[in-house]
């Protein structure tokens, strides 16, 4: 994808003169890690870097992969430990060690934010504010095609769907795209009522980590409840890739991307 490839021009482009030598303890926190600092910067990265909800797994080969306990952190003395929920927060810094906690983005403002963050903790300013401008390039190419605005309903296996406040509900708007869980009031995350979706079916479906390795036990009620697959059968269906949905980052622009595309094509 062009985002795969924009983050690859970043990294030949700007050698690490001052870089940081970090660790990230999560998978979230892999992504900010991968695309931003030099293989040779990278202590370890999470156990999940390789996964495929992993955006950046094809970077992640080759590279240290550790847990992320405190004292093995320790042992590895990076400068900067990168985090979103991985790790014992308290007990890293007690160790001494330099912690970066990113937070939750519901948007691409956050996003842009943690990007900013974390760069400027790797010693990577240049490739965090290139990764920034092409977010904002990005929105604004989105923000100006042209196309229908249905109303949307997203589902993941659990059948459960997505609010305000969530970076589904930004992804939907970047795509053009209302967001029915929204605007009926729901914020965050909520159970799909299939009474309410069947007497009211949504224009368009849109659904999340229904190909993820991890979710293939868990296919329930919108996978196999007789009215979700009566619904799909018969609702133009948007699948996105779960790698770009398991954690908030520049690639959710990939899921904004591709509905859009899929949207131009159903004209």
């Known amino acids: 994808m062009i985002a795969r490839a924009f983050i690859v021009l970043i990294a030949a482009a700007f050698p690490a003169a001052a870089s940081a030598r970090a660790l990230s303890t999560d998978f979230c926190a892999d992504q900010y890690l991968l695309a931003l600092a030099d293989p040779a910067d990278i202590a370890a990265l999470s156990p999940d870097a390789d996964k495929d909800f992993s955006y950046m797994r094809a970077k992640a080969e080759g590279v240290r992969r550790?847990?992320?306990?405190?004292?093995t952190a320790l042992a590895l003395s990076p400068d900067v430990v990168l985090r979103f929920w991985g790790g014992?927060?308290?007990?890293?810094?007690?160790?001494g060690l330099n912690v970066v906690t990113l937070e939750y983005a519901s948007d691409f403002d956050g996003v842009k934010a943690n990007i900013a963050a974390a760069a400027a903790a790797l010693g990577e300013?240049?490739?965090?504010?290139?990764?920034?401008?092409a977010i904002d390039a990005r929105l604004d190419y989105l923000g100006h095609r042209k196309g229908p605005h249905p109303a949307?309903?997203?589902v993941t296996p659990g059948g459960v769907t997505a609010g305000k406040g969530t970076m589904i509900d930004a992804?939907?708007?970047?795509?053009?795209?209302r967001n029915i869980a929204a605007e009926n009031g729901l914020a965050y995350w909520g159970s799909l009522p299939a009474e309410a979706v069947v007497a009211d079916p949504p224009a368009l479906i849109v659904t999340g980590f229904f190909s993820a390795n991890s979710e293939r036990i868990n296919h329930?009620?919108?996978?196999?409840?007789?009215?979700?697959?009566?619904?799909?059968?018969?609702t133009p269906t948007i699948h996105?890739?779960?790698?770009?949905?398991?954690?908030p980052g520049w690639f959710s622009l990939d899921a904004a991307e591709t509905i859009a595309d899929a949207l131009e094509e159903q004209k």
């Open 220 to 234: 329930w009620s919108a996978a196999r409840h007789p009215a979700f697959r009566k619904i799909f059968g018969e």
């Open 125 to 133: 300013d240049a490739r965090g504010r290139d990764l920034i401008k």
């Open 240 to 247: 996105l890739s779960t790698d770009v949905l398991s954690c």
């Open 66 to 71: 550790s847990r992320p306990g405190a004292e």
């Open 88 to 95: 014992d927060e308290a007990r890293l810094k007690a160790l």
């Open 152 to 154: 949307a309903l997203y």
């Open 171 to 177: 992804i939907l708007g970047a795509a053009g795209v």
